[in-house]
């Protein structure tokens, strides 16, 4: 059987991930859900298809939603999701996407939750480096038996507890609160106008201006430019200042910008 993995990755974890299952598997290419944003349909030509992507507010980030809408999955005979993750229990990504493919008569073969490293520093922090090395080679044992298991085209799905009330909080976060996003965002002094935030922000909603980002009003919030940033002078609400920035060690910026046309 022969793979294409779309993949959708803010700071890498993501990114790490597809592109470890697409080398494990045989005959499997990756393509960027961000680099298909305009087109109208994307037809699927091989027999299985991937889907990974981070998990935003317990469930589908807005992007990925939009990509397998306009899906055309006519020729696809085994599906599989990785939704990688802080933490992996409350959680309704898989049940969302499966929901999605049914609406095309398809639906999810098997599903994964992949545990890294929270990105989302605004509620927490990054762990020290020791638990984060610890924590990513766990990750990278399970992407090994996802690797198995899709060899095998098997069948089954991670369970998510609480997932009809995390799907209601991803709903609310998508309608009513991400518009909001833009507003979090500050800029200190140590900004050097290097224009980084600009080049990684998957949708283009930053700007220099008078050498400075301005966030207009598409964000995601999925927090690149924050990570990103070379000097750490993005914050998002009160509580970043001062923590640490993460990406997957892994993954170095122009891969995560390449990603926004190929
Ligand atoms: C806006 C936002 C919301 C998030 N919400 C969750 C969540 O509900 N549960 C969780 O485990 N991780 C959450 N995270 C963390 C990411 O899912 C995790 O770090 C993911 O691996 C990032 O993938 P990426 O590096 O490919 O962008 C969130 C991150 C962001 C930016």
Not at 1 to 23: C, D, E, Q
Not at 103 to 111: I, P
Not at 129 to 141: G, I, M, S
Request: positive net charge.
């Amino acid at each position: 059987m022969n793979f294409t993995i779309y993949y959708y990755s803010a700071t890498g974890n993501s990114l790490h991930t597809a592109k470890s299952l697409g080398g494990q598997l045989e005959n499997c290419r990756l393509s960027s859900m961000i680099s298909l944003r305009g087109a109208d349909e994307v037809v699927i030509d091989t027999d299985g298809v991937g889907f990974v992507f981070p998990t935003h507010y317990f469930g589908l980030p807005p992007l990925v939603i939009k990509f397998i809408k306009k899906l055309n999955l006519e020729k696809i005979k085994y599906s599989f999701a990785a939704a990688t993750c802080g933490s992996r229990y409350i959680n309704s990504a898989l049940h969302q996407l499966d929901a999605l493919l049914r609406q095309k008569n398809k639906s999810l073969d098997a599903g994964f939750h992949v545990e890294m490293i929270s990105s989302y520093i605004p509620l927490s922090a990054i762990p020290p480096a020791e638990k984060v090395t610890k924590r990513l080679e766990k990750a990278d044992l399970k992407i090994q038996r996802i690797a198995e298991v899709i060899k095998k085209q098997q069948i089954g799905r991670d369970s998510e507890y609480l997932w009809l009330p995390s799907r209601a909080i991803n709903k609310y976060w998508r309608e009513k609160r991400l518009s909001q996003a833009p507003e979090n965002f500050s800029v200190s002094d140590s900004c050097i106008s290097c224009g980084c935030c600009e080049k990684i922000c998957p949708v283009d909603n930053i700007q220099l201006e008078h050498k400075k980002p301005q966030w207009r009003s598409h964000c995601l919030e999925c927090l690149a430019c924050l990570h990103f940033c070379p000097t750490q002078s993005i914050e998002f609400g009160r509580r970043t200042a001062g923590r640490k920035r993460y990406h997957h060690p892994r993954v170095v910026s122009s891969e995560i910008i390449q990603s926004k046309t190929r």
